[in-house]
């Protein structure tokens, strides 16, 4: 069994299979009734190389990262700023390239936390990646060429959050990576809990763009990874002051799965597999 195979064969079965669900207002709705296929102990070799825009972003997926560790898949975060343009939320008044190293720092804390490899800091200018595209895929074709991963993963068309930085890693990936690439994103349902949980503690939050719910192709269940998920992203103490770190573990309890999108049938060709 191919590599890209065995690693979607993976992805799938750490995958929630949904058996409760209901169409509401012409959308999949989810009630919280979910099943989960055993994983087998076949990773070995396997590995992922993960392309993010900031520190903080493995937020989005840090549950399915940590789990992929957990199964012997090898897990290499790339950073391609350092979040250098940002605010500081520790309240120690940094800016520019102070900012960037801690951030730096946090992201290695949130990584060890998660069981990941050692960060890539490719440590591009913060917001100014869609002039950067040549040098990206050069310093991203020198880290696959090293690493050989079996897949890559970033950021849904429209980045989440609609951040510029992050519509540019999925343009770069669709275009060049096509073939290895898998995509983590938030639906609709996600993207509505994420925001009652932030009202709860007072304050607006939206995902600027979510995904229809029929249109995500993995759902894992990361409902044993939540104490990891919420030491990860308290790593960024610059990131998020600690309101959003309690919404967040309201969230991450009330909805314990993350989402990914594959292409080219990926899914599909492994089911096939598992009737022959």
Same mark, same amino acid.
């Not at 972003?57 to 290499?76: M, P, Q, R, Y």
């Not at 951030?103 to 992201?107: G, I, V």
């Not at 979510?210 to 249109?215: H, K, L, Y």
């Given at each position: 069994? #191919?590599?890209?195979?065995?690693?979607?064969?993976?992805?799938?079965?750490?995958?929630?299979?949904?058996?409760g669900?209901?169409?509401?207002?012409?959308?999949?709705?989810?009630?919280?009734?979910?099943?989960?296929?055993?994983?087998? @102990?076949?990773?070995?070799?396997?590995?992922?190389?993960?392309?993010?825009?900031?520190?903080d972003?493995?937020?989005?997926?840090?549950? $399915?990262?940590?789990?992929?560790?957990?199964?012997?898949?090898?897990?290499?975060p790339?950073?391609?700023?350092?979040?250098?343009?940002?605010?500081?939320?520790?309240?120690?008044?940094?800016?520019?390239?102070?900012?960037?190293?801690i951030? @730096?720092?946090?992201?290695i804390?949130?990584?060890?936390?998660?069981?990941?490899?050692?960060?890539?800091?490719?440590?591009?200018?913060?917001?100014?990646?869609?002039?950067?595209?040549?040098?990206?895929?050069?310093?991203?074709?020198?880290?696959? @060429?090293q690493?050989?991963?079996?897949?890559?993963?970033?950021?849904?068309?429209?980045? !989440?959050?609609?951040?510029?930085?992050?519509k540019?890693?999925?343009?770069?990936?669709?275009?060049?990576?096509?073939?290895?690439?898998?995509?983590?994103?938030?639906?609709?349902?996600?993207?509505?809990? =994420?925001?009652?949980?932030?009202?709860k503690?007072?304050?607006?939050?939206?995902?600027?763009?979510?995904?229809?719910?029929?249109?995500?192709?993995?759902?894992?269940?990361?409902? /044993?990874?939540?104490?990891?998920?919420?030491?990860?992203?308290? /790593?960024?103490? $610059?990131?998020?002051?600690?309101?959003?770190?309690?919404?967040? $573990?309201?969230?991450?309890?009330?909805?314990?799965? @993350?989402?990914?999108?594959? !292409?080219? #049938?990926?899914?599909?060709?492994? =089911?096939?597999?598992? =009737?022959?």
């Open positions: 069994m #191919g590599q890209r195979i065995r690693l979607t064969l993976i992805l799938l079965m750490l995958a929630i299979s949904v058996t669900c209901h169409l509401e207002n012409g959308r999949e709705q989810f009630d919280g009734s979910y099943s989960m296929e055993p994983v087998e @102990e076949m990773a070995g070799d396997l590995s992922v190389v993960v392309i993010f825009a900031h520190p972003d493995e937020t989005w997926i840090s549950g $399915t990262l940590a789990k992929l560790s957990d199964h012997g898949v090898k897990v290499f790339v950073y391609a700023t350092s979040g250098d343009a940002g605010s500081d939320h520790s309240g120690q008044g940094l800016s520019g390239s102070e900012l960037a190293l951030r @730096e720092q946090e992201a804390a949130a990584s060890q936390i998660l069981g990941l490899q050692s960060p890539i800091f490719l440590r591009l200018p913060d917001g100014k990646l869609n002039k950067y595209s040549e040098e990206i895929i050069k310093q991203l074709n020198s880290i696959l @060429e690493e050989k991963p079996t897949a890559i993963l970033t950021f849904v068309e429209g980045g !989440i959050t609609d951040n510029r930085d992050h540019t890693l999925n343009r770069l990936v669709s275009a060049h990576f096509n073939r290895l690439a898998g995509y983590f994103g938030v639906s609709y349902y996600r993207a509505e809990s =994420l925001a009652k949980s932030a009202n503690f007072g304050f607006d939050y939206k995902v600027a763009m979510p995904i229809e719910d029929a249109g995500v192709t993995i759902r894992v269940d990361v409902s /044993s990874y939540k104490t990891k998920r919420v030491k990860a992203m308290a /790593s960024h103490k $610059t990131q998020f002051p600690s309101i959003m770190i309690k919404a967040y $573990t309201d969230y991450a309890e009330s909805v314990p799965l @993350e989402e990914i999108i594959t !292409i080219n #049938g990926g899914s599909c060709s492994v =089911l096939i597999r598992l =009737l022959e």
